[in-house]
């Protein structure tokens, strides 16, 4: 599991490469919400991750709580065809704004 974190303006951009799962979850809690401040959006680039568990999906929604107590918006992008089942069948995608590409989400 690869995480690259750039700090663009008021959004924080994440790319996620392989595998979100429970192994994985505690590192990267630690690591994203200290660098999310009050007014502070988050993109996810989920391009490159192949698959996700039920720890991945509330570390997502961990994140999602504490950006939009702050006022900011999460966008997910690109998510691939293997992990957007598991948010469909959970019912998680209703929460996200998820978009096609990177280039597609504004804010």
């Not at 994985?24 to 994203?32: H, S």
């Not at 988050?42 to 939009?68: A, E």
């Not at 704004?97 to 989400?105: G, M, S």
């Amino acid at each position: 599991m690869a995480l690259e974190i750039k700090t663009e303006g008021n959004v924080l951009k994440v790319a996620v490469e392989g595998r979100l799962v429970a192994a994985v979850v505690p590192e990267m809690r630690d690591e994203l919400l200290g660098l999310v401040e009050d007014g502070m959006n988050v993109l996810f680039d989920l391009g490159k991750m192949v698959h996700i568990d039920s720890s991945g999906l509330g570390f997502l929604v961990q994140v999602l709580q504490k950006v939009k107590a702050g006022g900011g918006r999460v966008v997910l992008a690109a998510l691939q065809p293997g992990p957007k089942i598991v948010f469909d069948i959970t019912k998680v995608s209703r929460v996200f704004e998820i978009v096609p590409t990177v280039a597609d989400a504004k804010f």
